[in-house]
């Protein structure tokens, strides 16, 4: 009798969505708090089509699917996941709502789970769905769960408080300050659904997702400055209720249903882009008002304090050391043979693992070698490590999280003697990359209108990237943190004094390598030149970059100078922290050009 083969989770699902009278289901990445890490319990999307990207979307109906993903895995997810059983669609230029309003048919119901989409998603998949005749279905218990047999347990891990050495201010005082900022907007209470603000809040932190180190919970954040947090309980010693203080009420999870059903009459401000419809449905049943509002905590935590800005440069410094006795090293052992992908992120790893402050890494380690390394978001895998080979260039984009802060750099080296056109391109970037990094401006800028500064160069030889220039990162935090961004995306944000973002222009020639360079910037006043009020950037990243990958005849005098001064800067900084050998290699790498 031959072997019965199990079924795949897609056509699990499929016959539990027939159970339920439902003609198809929309599986986002997000969990409930709208996170990019998410924990294992929550890796539905993973699950049903083994997409391991941390942005994309699946829409499984009866007879198609079809999985929406973004620029940086566009190529990671034709890797991943079969062509059989998902059509690839790109997320931004045929979205999902786009999708589902040309293919459903009238009649059919379409199940979301309020926990995983927001107000602003729903609203767009109603839209879609109506025109097409269909109707979107809230469903009651997520039908994926139902048969995802073997789901882990939600994280139960300790959440802990974050010392005022490194907040650099005290809970109280900020709860004060979200609290007067809700009076201005005629608000008697905020809801706060994001693990990373209500951390930020209360200056505490956790473990229950990777790379972040964030307890998951949800708040209410009340005009007086007290505060409803709904989290387990367990996860709470009697040190923390005791940060926490009284001023601080703790509830289980499953009493948030209760606890919003007592909101009659209050006005209640809601993010309607990054909190669940869920919340959003028990708040209007319970006949609140809800007062559209961004997350309160979103642009004060974006604006670090001197403590935090001290901080992250003290880490940038000690990780930048870090960096450097790695590179010192590779410089060796990957001519030598024998270094791959996943034994030189291993490597890296050990290296920053011996400094005290350090937690873990902020973000999987990108190490891609030769071709590899055009895949963006590349995650090695045992099936896909490849040892670093003499004349290709290696990508390694990493980051850490220390107690004082989070760092996240990109450095491309060339493993032996650099081809032309890795030279070529390589210093197109570097040209992006000094362009935004010595930019200065007027205070209402964005990063919008910064960002083709950094692709000015490769759009002159018809070239581009397809993500993001850069991004905000907290402190001891998400490492992508916003509102601010640097983006062809529209974005309105103005660039504040203390936000920090990433300045990581790239190149990616498919199949052949990649190219990026990324250090963080920190946004700081800027009086150098008179006249009215400027901004400008201080680089905090201390690593060099590979001068074997620089075509100095394409650099104009201007920009030569700025890798030579921070050069300099590099190597004065991080010297003290290193023995001779890499010290010595530190001098050789950072010479003038």
């Known amino acids: 009798m031959p072997k019965k083969t199990a079924e795949t989770p897609i056509a699990l699902l499929r016959r539990e969505l027939k159970r339920r009278r439902l003609d198809g289901f929309i599986v986002p990445r997000a969990d409930e708090h709208q996170g990019e890490y998410v924990p294992p319990s929550a890796q539905r999307l993973a699950w049903l089509t083994g997409f391991s990207g941390s942005a994309g979307t699946a829409v499984v109906l009866s007879g198609s699917a079809a999985l929406f993903v973004d620029g940086r895995y566009t190529l990671q997810a034709a890797n991943e996941v079969s062509a059989d059983l998902f059509a690839l669609h790109h997320l931004i230029a045929e979205p999902p709502h786009r999708w589902l309003e040309q293919t459903l048919t009238g009649g059919a119901r379409i199940g979301y789970d309020p926990w995983l989409h927001t107000p602003d998603n729903v609203h767009f998949l109603q839209i879609a769905c109506g025109n097409a005749g269909a109707r979107l279905v809230a469903v009651a218990g997520n039908p994926l769960d139902a048969v995802w047999r073997d789901r882990p347990a939600p994280p139960m891990t300790p959440a802990v408080a974050h010392a005022i050495d490194y907040s650099g201010r005290a809970a109280a005082d900020k709860r004060a300050e979200i609290a007067a900022g809700l009076v201005k907007a005629k608000c008697d209470a905020a809801f706060l659904s994001a693990p990373d603000s209500i951390a930020w809040l209360l200056n505490i932190r956790g473990n229950d997702v990777e790379f972040s180190p964030l307890p998951l919970s949800f708040a209410l954040i009340h005009t007086d400055g007290t505060v409803d947090l709904f989290i387990e309980p367990s996860k709470l010693s009697d040190a923390t209720r005791q940060h926490l203080g009284t001023a601080v009420?703790?509830?289980?999870?499953?009493?948030?249903?209760?606890?919003?059903?007592?909101?009659?009459?209050?006005?209640?401000?809601?993010?309607?882009?990054?909190?669940?419809?869920?919340?959003?449905?028990?708040l209007l049943a319970a006949g609140a008002v809800i007062v559209a509002l961004p997350d309160p905590c979103l642009l004060p935590r974006a604006r670090k304090n001197d403590v935090e800005l001290s901080g992250t440069r003290n880490a940038h410094r000690r990780d930048g050391a870090a960096l450097t006795r790695f590179l010192a090293w590779l410089a060796t052992a990957a001519l030598e043979g024998g270094v791959d992908e996943m034994s030189a992120a291993t490597r890296l790893e050990m290296f920053r693992s011996q400094d005290k402050l350090y937690r873990g890494p902020s973000f999987p380690t990108i190490a891609g070698a030769g071709p590899n390394g055009a895949i963006v978001h590349y995650r090695a895998s045992p099936a896909s490590n490849r040892p670093l080979r003499p004349g290709e260039i290696?990508?390694?984009?990493?980051?850490?999280?220390?107690?004082?802060?989070?760092?996240?750099?990109?450095?491309t080296v060339a493993v032996g003697p650099a081809g032309a056109e890795e030279k070529h391109n390589f210093t197109l970037v570097l040209q992006g990359h000094i362009a935004l990094a010595s930019a200065r401006f007027p205070p209402g800028t964005s990063g919008a209108q910064l960002d083709c500064l950094a692709r000015r160069a490769l759009w002159a030889q018809g070239l581009d990237y397809d993500h993001g220039t850069g991004?905000?990162?907290?402190?001891?935090?998400?490492?992508?943190?916003?509102?601010?961004?640097?983006?062809?995306?529209?974005?309105?944000?103005?660039?504040?004094?203390?936000?920090v973002l990433s300045d990581e222009p790239g190149y990616y020639k498919t199949g052949a390598y990649g190219i990026r360079i990324?250090?963080?910037?920190?946004?700081?006043?800027?009086?150098?030149?008179?006249?009215?009020?400027?901004?400008?950037?201080?680089?905090?990243?201390?690593?060099?970059?590979?001068?074997?990958?620089?075509?100095?005849?394409?650099?104009?005098?201007d920009e030569a100078d700025w890798l030579n001064r921070y050069h300099h800067r590099v190597r004065?900084?991080?010297?003290?922290?290193?023995?001779?050998?890499?010290?010595?290699?530190?001098a050789e790498a950072t010479r003038a050009i």
């Open 394 to 411: 290696f990508l390694l984009d990493s980051g850490g999280q220390y107690l004082d802060g989070t760092t996240d750099v990109t450095r």
């Open 249 to 282: 009420r703790v509830w289980a999870p499953v009493e948030l249903a209760n606890q919003l059903a007592g909101l009659k009459g209050k006005r209640i401000g809601f993010d309607r882009a990054g909190s669940p419809a869920w919340v959003q449905d028990r």
């Open 518 to 557: 990324e250090n963080l910037l920190a946004v700081r006043p800027d009086d150098s030149g008179g006249g009215q009020p400027s901004l400008a950037f201080e680089v905090l990243t201390l690593a060099p970059i590979d001068l074997a990958l620089v075509d100095r005849s394409m650099l104009k005098d």
């Open 572 to 586: 004065d900084s991080l010297t003290p922290l290193l023995d001779s050998a890499a010290a010595g290699w530190l």
């Open 471 to 499: 991004h905000g990162v907290g402190s001891y935090l998400s490492v992508h943190e916003g509102p601010q961004r640097i983006s062809k995306q529209p974005n309105t944000q103005a660039l504040l004094p203390g936000m």
